[in-house]
C-alpha cells in the first residue's frame, strides 16, 4: 500500500503572508522560480510509521474490513482530514503551528519484523507493511521527513499465538524469547532509519512510543464485554477480536499487559544506547515518549462501538493529546513553535 499524505488546506495563504517563514519561498513561486512541489517540499514534513493502533480501523465481517482497510487511510489520532471524524489528530494540531505536509505509512496488522518473516496471506491481502517494509517505503520517499514518530509493536505482544499448550500454562520462557525478538528486530529497523536520517543536510527528529497501557486498556475492554452479556445489540463483533489475537482473551491478558510491560522497557534502554552513539550529533534528535503507555484507556467509551477492540473517535483523540502533548522537546529541537 502507498502512504497517504494531505498538505494543510490553506497552506498558500497562510506562507502568502509577509510575517510567515515561508514567504520568501511563496515570493520564489510567484515568481515562477520554483514550482509547487518544490513550494510544498520546503514545508515541514511529519510521517507516521506504526500499526492498527494508529489508523482508524474497526474489525466488522471480513469483506467490510477488507474495504476499510484498503481505502480508509485517515480518521485516526495522527492524520484525520474528515471533519465529520470530530477527531483532533497530531497533524490538525501541529498544523495550528506551521503549514505541513503529513504522511501514513501505518497499517493493520503490521508487526516488527524478522529478515525471514513473510506476510501471512490475510496481512498481504489487507495491503499490510511490516515495520522493515513501513521505514524502507519512508526511506525511499522523495522527501525525508522532519519528524517521524513510531508506534508499532502491539501485534508482536500476541503471545499465545501458536504457544505449544505448557507455554500457554507456564509462559515466562516465551515472553522473554518474544522480548528479545521484539528489541533485535526494532533495533535493526530503526537503525537503517537513524542512519538515512543523518545523511540529511537539516535537522531530523524521531519519537518513539511505547506500546499503549493494556492494563488500563483492558478495564475498558472488560466494561464493554459486561455492556455485551447484558444487551447483544451491543458491540456486535467483541468476539470477532479472538479470530485475530488469541491473547486477548481473558486468562491470557494478564501476560499481554506483562509483556508490552518489557517490550516498553527494552525500547527505553534501546533509545538510550542510541543516543549514547549520537551524543556528538547535533542534527538527529532520537527519544523515547511513554504517552501513549500511560494515556488512560480504561473507559469503553474509548472503544469502537462495533468492535470493542480499536479506538473509538474519543479515544483517538485521547491517544492524539497524550502524543501531541509530549512533542515539544521535538518541536523545539525543529525549530517549530
Not at 516465551?174 to 537503525?191: D, G, I, M, P, S
Not at 483492558?218 to 444487551?231: L, N, V, Y
Request: proline share 2%; net charge neutral.
Amino acid at each position: 500500500m502507498k502512504s497517504t499524505t494531505a498538505v494543510t488546506e490553506d497552506f498558500l495563504d497562510r506562507i502568502s503572508q509577509s510575517t510567515s517563514r515561508f514567504y520568501p519561498d511563496y515570493l520564489a513561486y510567484q515568481r515562477g522560480e520554483i514550482t509547487r512541489r518544490e513550494l510544498m517540499s520546503r514545508l515541514p514534513h511529519i510521517a507516521m510509521i506504526g500499526d492498527s493502533v494508529c489508523t482508524g480501523i474497526h474489525v466488522s465481517t471480513p469483506w467490510a474490513t477488507f474495504w476499510r482497510a484498503r481505502s480508509r487511510r485517515n480518521g485516526d489520532w495522527f492524520l484525520n482530514v474528515d471533519d465529520s471524524a470530530q477527531i483532533q489528530s497530531v497533524s490538525k494540531r501541529l498544523e495550528k503551528l506551521t503549514p505541513l505536509v503529513a504522511s501514513h505509512y501505518g497499517g493493520i496488522g503490521a508487526m516488527i519484523d524478522d529478515d525471514s518473516d513473510r506476510l501471512w496471506l490475510s496481512r498481504r491481502i489487507l495491503g499490510t507493511r511490516n515495520f522493515a517494509g513501513q521505514v524502507d517505503q519512508l526511506i525511499r520517499a522523495t522527501r525525508f521527513p522532519d519528524l517521524v514518530l513510531i508506534s508499532i509493536g502491539h501485534n508482536n505482544v500476541d503471545w499465545a499465538r501458536r504457544s505449544p499448550r505448557d507455554e500457554l500454562e507456564n509462559a515466562e520462557g516465551r515472553l522473554q524469547r518474544q522480548r528479545q525478538e521484539v528489541r533485535k528486530n526494532f533495533e535493526r529497523r530503526l537503525r537503517n532509519l537513524i542512519e538515512h536520517a543523518r545523511k540529511e543536510c537539516r535537522r531530523v527528529a524521531i519519537v518513539v512510543f511505547g506500546l499503549v497501557h493494556f492494563g488500563s486498556y483492558f478495564k475498558g475492554r472488560a466494561e464493554a464485554e459486561r455492556r455485551r452479556a447484558a444487551d447483544r445489540t451491543l458491540y456486535p463483533h467483541l468476539e470477532t477480536t479472538y479470530k485475530y489475537l488469541i491473547s486477548f482473551r481473558a486468562d491470557y491478558r494478564g501476560n499481554v499487559i506483562c509483556l508490552a510491560e518489557m517490550v516498553n522497557d527494552e525500547l527505553r534502554m534501546m533509545i538510550d544506547e542510541f543516543n549514547r552513539e549520537l551524543e556528538a550529533e547535533d542534527s538527529v534528535q532520537l527519544r523515547y515518549s511513554d504517552a501513549l503507555a500511560t494515556a488512560d484507556l480504561s473507559r469503553a467509551e474509548l472503544l469502537h462501538h462495533v468492535d470493542g477492540w480499536h479506538a473509538s473517535a474519543e479515544g483517538h483523540n485521547v491517544l492524539a493529546e497524550a502524543a501531541f502533548r509530549d512533542l515539544a522537546p521535538s518541536l523545539e529541537f525543529l525549530g517549530i513553535v
